[in-house]
């Protein structure tokens, strides 16, 4: 059996397709990656809250679905919208690696070792008011373009530091960049975790890829997109949520922030796995009785 995998063109991109193709070529089925440019990838000169949000990652990589030029598709979880057309679905999560953001620097080891002013680089509404509110004195400056774009603007003195996503860097060998790992910002709902999305109706590929879900990730995954779809999750709001399950245990962090820092709700919370159904959209309602409704009524 050959599967036809579409990817964007990007490093990044092409290593996590390559790596399902590896999986699926060790099954010994035979692969092709078929490379695709999305909307996304084409318009660097906007914040994606200006232009869209997630679905502009995945958009022509779906048409290339519809039209059977592919047989799966490989994302960054994080860029997939938690509502997907009916004739799509994911069929595997791949086991989640370093869901956290890294900060990059030239000269300095830490957010708190910035200067006054400082300028930040970051295409995320979500890192931006969690560093803003850490560091209300630092300048933020969009920072859009491949990993490796991101570095060489750095390089070049157009920022202080950057904010960018460990997962990305270390896969692509960039591990000696990060200065430090921000445990204290909480990463995108899906970040670090790889989603392959099919036909719906298409029962040969599902089969195919289904050994490549992790059943823990996909677990604290449906949590974090629950709880995004609940409250409209996208790139155009300052939301972070994370979740981890462990010993028949979930709990998540999550947060709801004005795009300054200055207003935002933050809660961690903790139930038993057999609470997982609803947990994300109660998580979320939760948040938004507690003031995450009227610091999103004043973004939307």
């Not at 592919?70 to 869901?99: G, Q």
């Not at 997962?167 to 709902?189: D, M, V």
């Not at 038993?272 to 409704?293: H, M, P, T, V």
Request: aromatic share 6%; net charge positive.
């Amino acid at each position: 059996m050959k599967l036809k995998i579409g990817t964007r063109s990007s490093k990044l991109a092409i290593w996590q397709a390559e790596f399902v193709a590896q999986k699926l070529q060790q099954k010994n089925f035979e692969v092709e990656l078929i490379k695709i440019q999305t909307t996304g990838d084409k318009i660097l000169d906007a914040p994606l809250a200006k232009i869209g949000g997630k679905g502009l990652f995945t958009k022509e990589i779906e048409n290339y679905l519809a039209e059977k030029k592919i047989d799966l598709a490989v994302h960054s979880l994080k860029d997939v919208p938690t509502e997907l057309p009916k004739n799509f679905k994911i069929a595997a999560i791949t086991k989640r690696e370093m869901p956290f953001d890294a900060f990059v620097a030239k000269n300095f080891s830490a957010l708190e070792n910035l200067p006054e002013n400082a300028v930040v680089g970051t295409s995320s509404l979500r890192r931006a008011a969690q560093i803003l509110k850490i560091r209300p004195d630092l300048q933020i400056k969009n920072l859009r373009g491949n990993v490796e774009t991101r570095l060489k603007k750095l390089d070049a003195g157009d920022f202080d530091a950057i904010i960018l996503a460990q997962a990305g860097l270390e896969r692509l060998g960039y591990t000696s960049r990060i200065k430090k790992i921000l445990t204290e910002i909480i990463p995108a709902g899906g970040q670090g975790a790889l989603a392959i999305e099919i036909r719906s109706d298409d029962n040969k590929t599902f089969n195919a890829v289904n050994f490549l879900n992790d059943s823990e990730t996909c677990d604290a995954v449906k949590v974090e997109r629950d709880f995004l779809q609940k409250i409209g999750g996208s790139c155009q709001i300052p939301v972070g949520i994370f979740t981890q399950v462990a010993n028949k245990k979930i709990s998540a962090h999550a947060i709801i922030s004005s795009p300054d820092g200055k207003n935002f709700v933050e809660e961690k919370i903790e139930t038993s796995i057999d609470n997982l159904k609803n947990f994300g959209a109660n998580f979320a309602e939760n948040l938004l009785n507690k003031g995450g409704r009227e610091i999103l009524s004043k973004i939307l």
